[in-house]
C-alpha cells in the first residue's frame, strides 16, 4: 500500500506520489515534461536559425528516450521510433545524393520529405504528450494541427516550452480561423516549399559535411 498524506491545500488523504489532489485537483508541483533537453523556445529558435534547420534533427536525436519514457503504451513508442529511423535513412540518402552529381536532382524531394517525416513526428509526440498528461494531471492538451503543418518541429518545442501553462491551462491560443492567420498559413506553407528547392542551403550542407 502506498504512503498517505494529507492535501496541503484541502486536507484530504491522498496518495505520496500523488502529482494532484483529486479532491480539489490542486498540483502539489508544477507540471513538468522529465528529461527533456533544450526546452527553452528561443535557444531552440536561434540554433535551428544558425545550423539552417539541423539543429531540429539534433534536437529530435538528443531527446528520444526522454521521449520514450512519457509513452504510455509500446505502440505509441514503436510509431515515434519508427519515424526516427526513417528519418535517419532519409538523411543518409540526403548526405549521399549531395555527393553524387548524378543524383542530385533529388537533394529538394528528400528534403521535402524531411519536413513531412517531421510533420508526423510531431503530431506523434505531441499525442505522447497529450496522453501523458492526461494520465499524470487529468488534463487533455490541446493542439493546433495547421501549426503542425506549418511549423512542425518548431511548433514542438514551442508546445513542450509552454507546457507548463498549457497543463495549468492559462496558455493564449491564436484563432486559427481569422483571415490573418489563414493568409499567414498560406504564405508559411509556400515558404516552406521554397525552402527545401533553395540551393544555398544544400550547398551549406555540402559544405558542411565535407562532400
Known sequence: ?????????????????????????????????????????????????????????????????????????????????????????????????LANIQTINLVPILTLLQCIIFMAMTYRVIRIIQKYTEKYYDVKLEYNPYYIVIFNILYLSHFIDTY?????????????????????????IIIQFVLCWNTNIHHFYKWLFSI
Open 1 to 97: 500500500m502506498s504512503e498517505k498524506v494529507n492535501c496541503p491545500f484541502c486536507g484530504n488523504i491522498v496518495d505520496a506520489d500523488a502529482y494532484k489532489c483529486q479532491y480539489c485537483d490542486s498540483l502539489f508541483s508544477d507540471p513538468e515534461l522529465p528529461n527533456i533537453k533544450f526546452k527553452e523556445f528561443g535557444t531552440f529558435v536561434a540554433l535551428l536559425v544558425l545550423t539552417f534547420g539541423l539543429f531540429g534533427i539534433f534536437w529530435i536525436f538528443a531527446n528520444i528516450n526522454a521521449i520514450n519514457k512519457i509513452a504510455e503504451n509500446k505502440k505509441d513508442s514503436i510509431k515515434f521510433n519508427t519515424l526516427i529511423v526513417i528519418s535517419f535513412l532519409d538523411i543518409v540518402a540526403y548526405v549521399i545524393c
Open 164 to 188: 507548463s501553462n498549457r497543463v495549468l491551462q492559462i496558455h493564449e491560443y491564436f484563432n486559427p480561423k481569422s483571415p490573418q492567420m489563414i493568409f499567414l498559413i498560406i504564405m508559411l
